[in-house]
């Protein structure tokens, strides 16, 4: 990849900046609410706005990209990144969305470990995608993200098979059990998405090398 696209005479790096701290505040924010279920909704809210910001960012990188002439590969790069943190995004908020839906009163502890590793790997984003612009090829956070990726799967599986044993008894377990499994689902899924995220960076930092 030609890494004169996130040089200065270019807006990709200024802009793909500002979507991982946009996503990094988000997904705090998420990490905040499976720790403390007071005032849910004004945190969702405040997740909505954040995830809307990201969706106008991302708009913003495809319109750049749009008046930009450059080859069809960088131009994959560019589209791929961005792709990657408009569904991470969309990810974060249906996590959200659905802890606001169901009022949860009881917070299930393998859920809340695992917001808390989806927080870790975001924060994780803004300094690999520094590296693509300066020396170094992101071997140490490249190696904390497989880790946490490692410790989310652990904790994806320790959660939901608390979740399946707690739901026999009455309908009420059930029912509570089904909502946390769907909660489980979708941090899953954001799990995956930033995986993903950090992949595509990676592959950019690679092609530097």
């Known amino acids: 990849m030609n890494m ?8 990709f790096f200024r802009l793909f900046h500002k979507q991982a701290g946009t996503l990094g505040d988000a997904v705090k924010k998420l990490d905040g609410l499976f720790h403390d279920f007071k005032a849910v909704p004004d945190q969702c809210k405040h997740i909505d706005a954040l995830v809307a910001a990201g969706d106008t960012t991302c708009r913003e990188i495809e ?3 749009s008046l930009t002439f450059i080859e069809s590969l960088d131009r994959e790069d560019i589209r791929d990144l961005n792709r990657a943190f408009e569904l991470t995004f969309q990810a974060v908020r249906a996590v959200s969305r659905r802890i606001g839906l ?3 009163h009881n917070i299930e502890k393998g859920a809340g470990e695992l917001a808390f590793c989806l927080a870790e790997m975001a924060a994780e ?3 690999l995608l520094e590296i693509v612009v300066r020396k170094g090829n992101g071997a140490a956070n490249r190696e904390r993200l497989r880790k946490l990726k490692e410790e989310a799967g652990m904790f994806l599986l320790v ?21 946390w499994s769907q909660i489980y689902d979708r941090l899953e899924d954001a799990v995956s998405c930033l995986e993903h995220t950090a992949n595509v960076i990676e592959r950019m ?3 530097k090398v």
């Open 125 to 127: 984003i803004g300094p």
């Open 159 to 179: 959660g939901l098979g608390e979740v399946y044993e707690s739901a026999g008894g009455s309908v009420d377990h059930l029912l509570e059990a089904i909502k």
């Open 205 to 207: 930092i690679l092609k």
């Open 4 to 11: 004169n696209l996130f040089n200065n005479a270019f807006p």
């Open 102 to 104: 169901y009022g949860f």
């Open 63 to 65: 319109r750049e990209l």
